[in-house]
């Protein structure tokens, strides 16, 4: 692909993305401010409708209990129990409704059974479930009508004052359309009652109020202030989720094919004092607003995106014009001088960006053959000297001890043979610790000049781990006291590594944690596998390091002991180097330090 495909495949890419970009964020943005709206509109028209809800059922529970209160209902009651004879006041409940403006009324006999019923007079001698219930605040309940179907209302139940046994009352209001009618309902929004035939209702004079499986949903029985609910069916499903859960849910119902006519609806069940669903209160707003704001805003996108992938392609075609053939010469002589031809050099044309950068192109070939040379003998001779300071300065601490042993030799042959066959044993024994001492030093810088190449082996990290931690793990009884565990874990951390080399690279580093507590504590080696590498750590409980000690570790020289080389880290670095692996190391000062192998895992 050519650089003027390239930059109006980039161009085109560009304004597509960060035009959907910006449209998606508008989009989300406002369907987010309309759902809030919703969900504020439906949670204030949930609260509007609990106050008129309780308002209702004071209003039905203020008149059962004027009822209940009246002198000539109390006489009734008082003479019904004296004479247990019910025929004289099977009318009674008839005209106490009308005065009380009651839908329903039932005088309850202290057996149970209805007296006087004002919406049924034929129910006289049935057993009335309701009486026997303690409910202080009405109640929802279906309740059966002469045409054989049922409706739902709002009941209250009331005993009769001075009768005893009691005589009760059973009254309330339907709760139906001229309900729906009386709640304030926004622009845009529909209100619908879904009563359930099935629920509530009396089954060969048992109530039904067990957790049988509510009847299947019927559109009819859903309805508004104004009638049948339009798209009814729509909402069964919906219905019968808030009915079988009995708790509120919501979603988006989609009422025709057209988006505009969808609506975000919710479903708030409506429950009895046995806390089975009676009826489920729909709420629906309509999404065309936002159906609407969005068909906007993607006709907008469309149209800037169509205007910029047009502009891009004009705009990079002009751009390969001035820019491609000095880019490709610039290409062309960046690889010439990768290949080691430093004095490589590109034609200038012009005052703009890209002639500045091929002047400077050819400036930086300029320096670098000028700073090459100069560069490798700086460094050639800043390496040896460090090397060679390193050393006096290392050699020097054994010298010194050794020129006073030789002199105390000389003083001590004027000593008698006695004298000064003691002090010749001590001398010597005082040469060879310093002799061996500096032959130890040699070694260390032997060592970090000619690292061994690793003999690879597959093997177990647990194998490793435990091969240490079993060679320090016993102490000796001089010095401070620290233990040595390992923490492995059960899986297998496959490794291809020389084991002698991470075998001594883990010994540094536990010698180093040991020595980095003069007052004892836990050395802890563990070991654990990631999806692609092995983790190796060795961590310790000692003062820990200072943020700029872990800059400086793993440089070579560098040493935080009082008689340590500076090389024992940085021969751990190289060890881990040679295995593909990396080193860092974590540490608090006071709160101890870990340093963290990570090689790769073997594959297969």
């Not at 046995?274 to 936002?290: E, H, K, M, Q």
């Not at 006709?299 to 820019?323: D, E, K, M, T």
């Not at 010095?479 to 002698?500: C, H, T, Y």
Request: hydrophobic fraction near 45%; charge should be negative.
């Amino acid at each position: 692909m050519s650089l003027r495909q390239k930059l109006l495949l980039l161009f085109s890419l560009t304004v597509a993305a960060a035009v959907a970009v910006v449209a998606w964020t508008v989009l989300v943005r406002i369907r987010q401010v309309f759902e809030k709206r919703d969900q504020e509109e439906t949670a204030l028209f949930v609260s509007q409708f609990q106050r008129e809800f309780q308002h209702r059922s004071a209003e039905v529970a203020a008149a059962v209990e004027q009822i209940a209160g009246e002198e000539r209902v109390r006489s009734m009651a008082f003479e019904l129990v004296q004479s247990n004879d019910a025929a004289p006041y099977l009318n009674e409940a008839q005209a106490l409704a009308q005065d009380a403006q009651l839908d329903f009324l039932e005088i309850v006999g202290p057996d149970g059974n209805i007296v006087s019923s004002a919406q049924w007079p034929a129910r006289f001698g049935y057993a009335e479930p309701a009486a026997s219930e303690a409910a202080e605040t009405p109640v929802l309940k279906r309740e059966e009508v002469p045409d054989g179907s049922s409706v739902l209302g709002l009941f209250a139940v009331r005993p009769i004052r001075g009768a005893e046994p009691a005589v009760k009352l059973v009254g309330g209001r339907r709760l139906d359309q001229s309900f729906l009618a009386d709640l304030p309902v926004a622009p845009g929004m529909q209100v619908g009652l879904f009563s359930d035939a099935s629920a509530g209702l009396m089954m060969d004079g048992v109530a039904n109020t067990g957790n049988a499986s509510p009847a299947a949903f019927d559109p009819k029985r859903l309805v508004s202030a104004n009638g049948d609910l339009p798209g009814a069916a729509h909402y069964a499903m919906l219905i019968d989720q808030a009915r079988i859960s009995g708790r509120q849910t919501s979603g988006i119902l989609y009422l025709t094919a057209r988006r505009e006519d969808s609506v975000s609806a919710t479903a708030i069940p409506l429950k009895n004092s046995a806390g089975r669903v009676l009826a489920v209160l729909t709420v629906a707003i309509s999404r065309s607003g936002l159906v609407a704001e969005q068909q906007q805003i993607r006709a907008i996108a469309y149209g800037v995106a169509s205007g910029g992938i047009l502009f891009a392609i004009i705009f990079s075609l002009w751009i390969a014009a001035c820019v491609s053939r000095p880019v490709e010469e610039l290409a062309r002589a960046a690889e010439e001088v990768a290949s080691g031809s430093w004095d490589t050099q590109v034609p200038v044309r012009g005052r703009d960006e890209v002639a500045v950068l091929a002047r400077s192109f050819n400036h930086m070939t300029e320096q670098l053959t000028n700073q090459r040379e100069k560069l490798v003998q700086s460094e050639r001779v800043a390496a040896w000297r460090e090397l060679a300071r390193r050393l006096a300065h290392e050699l020097k601490n054994p010298l010194f001890p050794l020129q006073l042993t030789v002199e105390n030799l000389v003083r001590a042959r004027q000593l008698p043979a006695a004298d000064f066959d003691e002090v010749f044993t001590e001398s010597t024994q005082t040469l060879s610790m310093e002799i061996a001492n500096l032959k130890k030093i040699i070694g260390r810088f032997s060592d970090f000049s000619k690292m061994p190449k690793p003999e690879l082996e597959r093997i177990d990290a647990k194998n490793v781990v435990e091969r240490v931690r079993a060679l320090y793990a016993v102490g000796t009884e001089e010095g401070p006291k620290i233990s040595v565990e390992a923490n492995v874990a059960d899986q297998p951390m496959p490794l291809k590594v020389d084991p002698e080399l991470l075998h001594r690279a883990l010994s540094n580093l536990v010698l180093n944690a040991k020595d980095a507590m003069p007052e004892g504590g836990t050395v802890t080696i563990s070991a654990r596998p990631t999806s692609e590498t092995v983790e190796l750590r060795v961590s310790d409980t000692g003062e820990g390091l200072t943020p700029e000690e872990c800059e400086r570790l793993f440089t070579p020289y560098y040493t935080t002991k009082q008689f340590g080389t500076g090389l024992g880290l940085a021969i751990v670095q190289s060890v881990v180097a040679d295995h593909g692996g990396t080193i860092a190391v974590e540490s608090n000062a006071g709160h101890g330090a870990a340093f963290v192998i990570t090689l790769p895992r073997a594959e297969g």
